[in-house]
């Protein structure tokens, strides 16, 4: 550049996303180089793209940091109590299934506290998007364990290193059926929109890990670095692999030379939960009556 | 041998109108079905598992969900969860599940979404006696949840009476905003017994209040409250971008986290049900008139409460029953009326616990009161009341 004058701004009047926040809650609590931002903004472009009109998006989360996401964005939000955001999601998924329920909480949240929720609505493949944003730590108690701490980590709770295996949560969501499960960290901003966008159409349950900087609560005692350090180690170590083998994809981020493998692995079309109706179960076999009287008769002469 | 078609069973109707011989559990669900509950999630646990059974197989039946959850704590979260987007909800359970509830009752109460909670009392603490009766259950009712709020709990003491209060339930949570509990107990919930059930057009209902501003309007805040304390309630999916949270909120439903938001809500959320007492409580009065002696007891008790007075009639000993239905809050007017007049010279207060109500009895008089206690796992006989009576 060669100018010498004053280089003129470029400052956008408006954000595209401005609408779906709300604003007067800005600033947000968040750290510098969290990735909760970051995970928030793709939601919202995800949800414009869907087409479904935002009086119809409700997000629900728990407790945490990445649990006060409800609180920020601009739809019908519930902001519930400490692992419960999913159970409280099936509550309006389940009575009002017309609304696009997205639940977005930490990994605290929905795999400690929560974890029996998770694997329950997972398994139910109750119709919501789930974004699970994992900072490998609980941020908001100021830097503890959990369970998807590496192995080794310093933590709050943990001054002589975490002694216990970690969740690789995509393997387990999987292992209960999930209709839609994947990973990205933030620095993959569009292909976390796209996934969170493939799970809002899919029917049934949706699981997206999230991986994010927590410089505060995880870098600093790790020496993993600021935001931007870890961002750089997640574009270092982070391979695209929708094709994984889900008992592979461990995370350690303390271990340099592993890989951190993320991708859209699960896709699949199990029937999303739906409550009994009450009319007669449609008969799989085209059974008639007659038929239906027979095996009475056969089970009555067993 | 029935000649209907399997593919087309018959319409039942969400109110069973006629004169049925029924449990109490039973009792209960038809009650909430009539009440027009259309979302229930559970967790199957003795002795409320009729409750639980029953809507399993009557609510799909009248456009109802029923979901069986994996705990209780899922179970109340669903259905305030449920409640947030517009239904009647409801769950029920036994004193272990009602530990559990314990948390988003809580949360109930600071969002005030309204749900009903049906505990049929057992024998307890902990597992304790799962088939046997208990009535420990009362001050968990109100004060279960950690912090101060306010909560409505009613005490069926037949099965006409758990249906008839289950309605009451509903519509008292909608009014007020809150969790309501029906506090049965194992015997009441377990008993048969006559049920009346009237036809749908007479079954009271109360509707949720709801805002009179459009969605958009600037001027609606979700949390400000009218004259009787209580906010009007939007529900998902409706325009109005609410935000609800357990966190301490203003009226925009914000989270506020300083001391004088808090105060201000943590007072509101009491004194909406402190101020409204008069018209909730609800309590039987049986021979209360000329009564020296006036025995206090609720749910299965009242009943040999009440073959107690009159057994003590017979002996010209001249006592009354006053049979709380509303535990909370507690006829504590009514109680103060009856010392205020001077005749009463004793209490006595039996239930399956250690003293909860004899407590609320006890703070409000200088008389004595006596004590009717038995730990659970049977009914206290009217021959033991008597005996405290006569004394």
């Given at each position: 550049m060669t100018t010498t004058g004053p280089t003129a701004a470029i400052v956008a009047k408006k954000h595209p996303v401005d609408d779906l926040l709300r604003a007067d809650r800005l600033p947000h609590i968040l750290c510098p180089g969290c990735g909760i931002g970051t995970t928030m903004h793709c939601y919202l472009e995800a949800l414009v793209e869907s087409g479904v009109h935002v009086d119809k998006h409700v997000c629900v989360s728990g407790i945490g940091c990445s649990g006060r996401t409800a609180g920020y964005v601009k739809v019908d939000s519930y902001h519930s109590t400490h692992g419960r955001a999913l159970p409280f999601a099936l509550g309006i998924a389940v009575y009002?299934?017309?609304?696009?329920?997205?639940?977005?909480?930490?990994?605290?949240?929905?795999?400690?506290?929560g974890g029996n929720h998770l694997i329950h609505a997972a398994r139910r493949n109750v119709n919501m998007t789930v974004i699970c944003i994992n900072n490998f730590n609980y941020g908001m108690t100021g830097g503890q364990a959990g369970p998807t701490?590496?192995?080794?980590?310093k933590s709050g709770t943990t001054p002589y290193g975490v002694a216990d295996?970690?969740?690789?949560?995509?393997?387990?969501?999987?292992?209960?059926?999930?209709?839609?499960?994947?990973?990205?960290?933030?620095?993959?901003?569009?292909?976390?929109?796209?996934?969170?966008?493939?799970?809002?159409r899919?029917?049934?349950?949706?699981?997206?890990?999230?991986?994010?900087?927590?410089?505060?609560?995880?870098?600093?005692?790790?020496?993993?670095?600021e935001g931007i350090e870890e961002m750089l180690k997640y574009h270092r170590r982070c391979k695209w692999d929708d094709k994984a083998r889900l008992e592979d994809v461990d995370i350690d981020m303390l271990r340099p030379d592993s890989p951190v493998i993320v991708g859209n692995f699960v896709d699949r079309d199990r029937p999303a939960f739906c409550p009994a109706t009450g009319a007669p179960p449609a008969s799989p076999t085209g059974a008639t009556e007659e038929s239906t009287k027979e095996r009475a008769a056969m089970k009555d002469a067993h | 041998m029935s000649t209907q078609s399997p593919s087309k069973p018959a319409a039942t109707p969400r109110v069973r109108a006629g004169v049925h011989f029924m449990g109490g559990d039973f009792a209960c669900a038809e009650g909430a079905l009539a009440a027009g509950v259309d979302f229930f999630a559970g967790y199957p646990i003795t002795p409320s598992t009729e409750?639980?059974?029953?809507?399993?197989?009557?609510?799909?039946?009248?456009?109802?969900?029923?979901?069986?959850?994996?705990?209780?704590?899922?179970?109340?979260?669903?259905?305030?969860?449920?409640?947030?987007?517009?239904?009647?909800s409801l769950t029920a359970t036994?004193?272990?599940?009602?530990?559990?509830?314990?948390?988003?009752?809580?949360?109930?109460?600071?969002?005030?979404?309204?749900?009903?909670?049906?505990?049929?009392?057992?024998?307890?603490?902990?597992?304790?006696?799962?088939?046997?009766?208990?009535?420990?259950?009362?001050?968990?009712?109100r004060w279960g949840s950690h912090g101060d709020y306010a909560v409505i709990a009613y005490c069926p003491s037949s099965p006409q009476e758990c249906f008839d209060l289950t309605i009451q339930a509903f519509n008292a949570a909608d009014k007020y905003r809150v969790p309501v509990m029906v506090m049965m107990d194992e015997v009441i919930g377990h008993m048969t017994e006559k049920v009346v059930i009237p036809p749908a057009s007479e079954i009271p209902f109360t509707p949720r209040k709801r805002p009179s501003l459009p969605p958009g309007d600037s001027e609606y805040l979700p949390y400000m409250p009218d004259d009787d304390l209580v906010p009007p309630m939007a529900h998902a999916g409706e325009g109005y971008k609410i935000h609800m949270t357990g966190l301490t909120h203003d009226e925009r439903g914000y989270p506020a986290l300083s001391a004088e938001p808090h105060e201000k809500l943590v007072n509101r959320l009491v004194d909406k049900i402190r101020v409204h007492a008069a018209d909730i409580v609800m309590h039987e009065d049986f021979l209360l008139d000329d009564a020296e002696t006036i025995v206090v007891a609720?749910?299965?008790?009242?009943?040999?409460?009440?073959?107690?007075?009159?057994?003590?009639?017979?002996?010209?000993?001249?006592?009354?029953?006053?049979?709380?239905?509303?535990?909370?809050?507690?006829?504590?007017?009514?109680?103060?009326?009856?010392?205020?007049?001077?005749?009463?010279?004793?209490?006595?207060?039996?239930?399956?616990?250690?003293?909860?109500?004899?407590?609320?009895?006890?703070?409000?008089?200088?008389?004595?009161?006596?004590?009717?206690?038995?730990?659970?796992?049977a009914m206290i006989t009217p021959e033991t009341i008597l005996e405290a009576i006569v004394q």
């Open positions: 009002r299934p017309e609304l696009t329920v997205t639940v977005i909480s930490g990994d605290g949240d929905l795999s400690s506290i701490t590496p192995m080794t980590a295996k970690p969740f690789n949560l995509p393997h387990l969501v999987n292992a209960v059926g999930a209709n839609f499960v994947a990973r990205w960290s933030v620095l993959h901003a569009r292909q976390l929109k796209d996934s969170i966008l493939r799970g809002m899919k029917p049934g349950f949706a699981f997206i890990e999230v991986l994010s900087p927590c410089p505060t609560g995880f870098g600093r005692p790790n020496d993993v670095g | 409750v639980c059974e029953h809507l399993a197989q009557r609510l799909p039946q009248v456009g109802g969900k029923f979901v069986q959850m994996e705990d209780e704590l899922a179970s109340i979260a669903a259905i305030i969860g449920a409640s947030a987007a517009g239904a009647r036994s004193g272990p599940g009602f530990s559990l509830m314990m948390e988003n009752i809580g949360l109930a109460a600071m969002m005030e979404v309204p749900c009903v909670i049906v505990d049929v009392m057992r024998g307890s603490p902990s597992t304790g006696l799962p088939t046997g009766v208990g009535q420990a259950d009362i001050y968990q009712a609720f749910g299965c008790t009242a009943r040999s409460a009440r073959a107690a007075v009159n057994l003590a009639r017979r002996q010209g000993v001249r006592a009354g029953l006053l049979r709380p239905i509303t535990a909370w809050p507690f006829p504590t007017a009514r109680i103060k009326e009856l010392i205020a007049a001077g005749q009463v010279k004793q209490f006595v207060v039996p239930e399956i616990n250690l003293g909860q109500v004899r407590r609320e009895v006890e703070r409000l008089t200088q008389l004595p009161v006596r004590r009717v206690h038995r730990a659970g796992g």
